[in-house]
Nanobody, 120 residues
Framework: QVQVVESGGGLVQAGGSLRLSCAASGNILSTNVMGWYRQAPGKQRELVADLRSGGSPNYADSVKGRFTISRDNAKNTVYLQMNSLKPEDTAVYYC??????????????WGQGTLVTVSS
């Protein structure tokens, strides 16, 4: 069994910063892509940033220059450093991981989400 658990959401004023963390655990052989999506009220879920193992980060245009994604492969953990937050960044942020299990199956796993609220 595999799961991912997010942490680090909360309430912050515009211009502030937050750091999200997501740890994958269970019968994991390796993690391929790990990333963050978000869903604002009344909107579709969208990619914020992702990072493949050994690859370069991929960002949504709306967060480029403000957000930074990083990984600790030894801990199967991905981070999202969010700076210069704007009210339009308010959303539930979901961690997503594509990984290979000890049984050599490939899984895509979602976290339960963490709420980020940016006040103006």
């Amino acid at each position: 069994q595999v799961q991912v658990v997010e942490s680090g959401g909360g309430l912050v004023q515009a211009g502030g910063s937050l750091r999200l963390s997501c740890a994958a655990s269970g019968n994991i052989l390796s993690t391929n892509v790990m990333g963050w999506y978000r869903q604002a009220p009344g909107k579709q879920r969208e990619l914020v940033a992702d990072l493949r193992s050994g690859g370069s980060p991929n960002y949504a245009d709306s967060v480029k220059g403000r957000f930074t994604i990083s990984r600790d492969n030894a801990k199967n953990t991905v981070y999202l450093q969010m700076n210069s937050l704007k009210p339009e960044d308010t959303a539930v942020y979901y961690c997503n991981a594509g990984l290979r299990t000890l049984f050599y199956t490939y899984l895509e796993v979602w976290g339960q989400g963490t709420l980020v609220t940016v006040s103006s």
